[in-house]
């Protein structure tokens, strides 16, 4: 147990100067507390991942965050209560195949997209902007563990946002219009996997799109203008030839919703890539990613003058 | 490296031919120097290179050319080195939302204490600094004062060895400042380097034990300012010597060859003689004579004090009076 914190709350003074015994030299028995590397790690991350929350849920840069996680819902819930004999709304797998378009170009394409945008741009580009990036860099913290810690709270936050919007949106796309065929579908037929997959694809973009957004974000002093011309290229993968179409992140999404939906008449036909390959090829991305953004980090300086 | 020379490098901050460059603008340049624990005090104009040294050695910046080192360890072993080092900069910036006890213990957990420990170290830290009373407060809503002490607390909370404090004085008011400067002394009497960025001189001269005067991203002087004054030959030292007969004082002094300028300073209840040496040693041994031997009868000696080898004057001399420092 370490005592060396608290022998310094009992010897608590009101003054700068007063505090009588010796402060400085006795840090190495404050740090015999530390712990083996891992460990050290783990609390590291940990760390960063509170510093982090607080940073993204509570701060005034999260209101964007809010705003566009509540405008599927906000949506959704202005047809939900749209009468019954105004619109007919058909059959439950009319239903789905609606919410999958619904899916598809609100959520995954603008919402979970500029989401992860603001979210993982800002992990470092904010705290430049703030000019506190460099209490982080005054602690022993090696970068590697940083970016990871940074990365894994931007994907924290993104997948609390973008998760819980998701199951939202399923809710409220099927249960005010099909309640008794939407509960049955979920107990006895495909629903609740339908549902699982949406999660999963939500959850796997936020891991996509977040590690892209972290680079463009380290990479790019004015990270707008690529993550626009991003924003094309993932809308515009329809049209892409099929080699073309792998690079990018929409492709494997699309591959992974439950209920697949066409591009219109335009689309470049191209086998979906199943699961199995492109979710470790996700994860192996997102490695690469870490180690590039460990790499640019670990050669930073603090010149907030210049950004 | 002998093993003396490499157990001296472990205790000391060394500077070897370290260069910034912004571009191509120059930030500091050749920088070779050794700090051993204590106070030392880096004085110069505005843009003379002061933080970009202090970035230098917490490794906020990356030297352009040279190496430094940090009681043995570099900016690339931040596992080790960070432990050891507590940087309080001019930024004053502050993470969104945190009151002064969450800002101060937070980033303690980077440091692998656990959230009690953390706890425990920042509020002793703010109890260093006089904050308590505030630390529940949101930091947006402090003073300057009060967010000069909490940055200031958050350096220290984790023990450092290695204090670098940029200007920790501005914002303060008179008391505090008075408690931090024992703070500080207290900090280097316990065998702690503190690096200490400061304008106001006779306040660094009170507290230092050497200074570092740098001019254009070069170290122009540095040491204690005694010895900076005595290594400046082009500037004679300034002595005032109070007595009743200052004429005959200074056709005795001017026997040996040291003194190089007397006048004599006569005023309605007092007279003196204001002379320049470039010996002060051999000045005063020859004065003592004087005074000894009786050579000047009645001389009526009342004090002997330089004028001229204070810090304000050093500076003066070398990097120009009038400039903003």
Not at chain 2, 266 to 279: C, I, K, Q, V
Not at chain 2, 285 to 290: A, D, P, Q, V
Request: aromatic letters at 10%; glycine letters at 8%.
């Amino acid at each position: 147990m370490d005592t060396t914190g608290e022998s310094h709350a009992t010897t608590a003074t009101t003054t700068i100067v007063s505090r009588p015994e010796k402060f400085v030299g006795n840090n190495e028995s404050a740090h015999t507390a530390r712990r083996s590397s891992w460990n050290l790690w783990a609390t590291q991350i940990a760390s960063i991942l509170r510093l982090e929350a607080t940073r993204n849920f509570l701060s005034s840069r999260s209101m964007l965050i809010y705003l566009l996680a509540a405008m599927p819902l906000l949506l959704l819930l202005m047809i939900a209560i749209i009468p019954p004999n105004v619109r007919d709304w058909g059959s439950l797998a009319d239903t789905k195949n609606a919410f999958a378009v619904f899916y598809e170009a609100l959520i995954l394409r603008t919402v979970i997209f500029f989401g992860c945008a603001w979210i993982f741009m800002n992990l470092i580009r904010g705290e430049v902007v703030d000019r506190s990036l460099h209490y982080y860099f005054l602690a022993p913290v090696r970068r590697e563990i940083f970016i990871v810690g940074k990365y894994l709270a931007g994907v924290l936050v993104s997948t609390s946002f973008f998760v819980t919007m998701t199951l939202f949106a399923i809710l409220l796309a099927h249960l005010p219009h099909h309640a008794t065929a939407s509960l049955n579908d979920f107990t006895n037929g495909n629903g609740a996997a339908q549902m699982f997959a949406y999660l999963g694809t939500t959850l796997l973009a936020c891991i996509g799109y977040g590690a892209v957004f972290l680079l463009i974000g380290l990479y790019f002093r004015n990270p707008v203008i690529p993550a626009l011309l991003l924003y094309g290229w993932e809308w515009l993968n329809f049209l892409l030839p099929p080699v073309l179409k792998k690079i990018s992140v929409i492709h494997y999404m699309h591959s992974l919703v439950p209920v697949p939906v066409g591009a219109g008449p335009f689309e470049v036909l191209a086998a979906p890539t199943p699961a199995y390959i492109s979710i470790p090829g996700l994860l192996i991305f997102v490695g690469v990613v870490l180690y590039l953004a460990a790499r640019r980090t670990r050669r930073m300086e603090i010149l907030y003058g210049g950004e | 490296m002998s093993q003396t020379l490499a157990a001296n490098s472990d205790r000391m901050i060394v500077f070897d031919d370290v260069s910034k460059f912004y571009g191509d603008i120059l930030g500091v340049n050749r920088i070779s120097m050794s700090l051993a624990p204590g106070i030392t005090s880096l004085v110069g104009p505005n843009g003379s290179g002061k933080t970009t040294l202090m970035n230098l050695l917490s490794g906020l910046l990356r030297p352009t050319r040279g190496r430094l080192s940090v009681l043995g360890m570099n900016a690339d072993q931040p596992e080790q080195l960070f432990r050891k080092v507590g940087y309080c900069s001019q930024f004053d910036s502050f993470p969104a939302g945190m009151t002064g006890i969450r800002f101060t213990s937070a980033y303690l957990g980077l440091h692998g204490f656990d959230r009690r420990t953390a706890h425990e170290l920042a509020w002793t830290a703010l109890e260093r600094t006089g904050l308590t009373e505030a630390a529940k407060r949101r930091v947006a809503g402090y003073s300057k004062g009060m967010r000069q002490r909490v940055r200031l607390a958050q350096a220290i909370a984790h023990q450092p060895t290695v204090l670098v404090l940029d200007e920790p004085l501005n914002g303060l008011d008179p008391l505090a400042r008075a408690e931090a400067m024992e703070l500080f002394r207290a900090l280097a009497r316990d065998g702690s380097h503190l690096i200490i960025s400061s304008h106001i001189l006779h306040e660094v001269e009170a507290m230092s034990d050497r200074v570092v005067l740098m001019n254009n991203g070069y170290v122009v002087a540095e040491g204690g300012t005694q010895g900076v004054r005595e290594e400046m030959p082009d500037r004679p030292l300034q002595i005032l010597v109070r007595c009743r007969r200052p004429a005959a004082l200074a056709a005795a002094l001017f026997t040996g060859e040291h003194v190089t300028e007397a006048r004599v300073i006569e005023a309605d209840n007092t007279s003196g003689l204001l002379l320049r040496t470039n010996d002060s040693e051999a000045f005063y041994l020859l004065l003592n004579k004087i005074v000894a031997e009786g050579r000047i009868a009645d001389l009526g000696l009342e004090g002997v004090a330089p004028v001229d080898d204070d810090l304000q004057h050093v500076y003066d001399y070398l990097i120009g009076a009038g400039r903003s420092h």
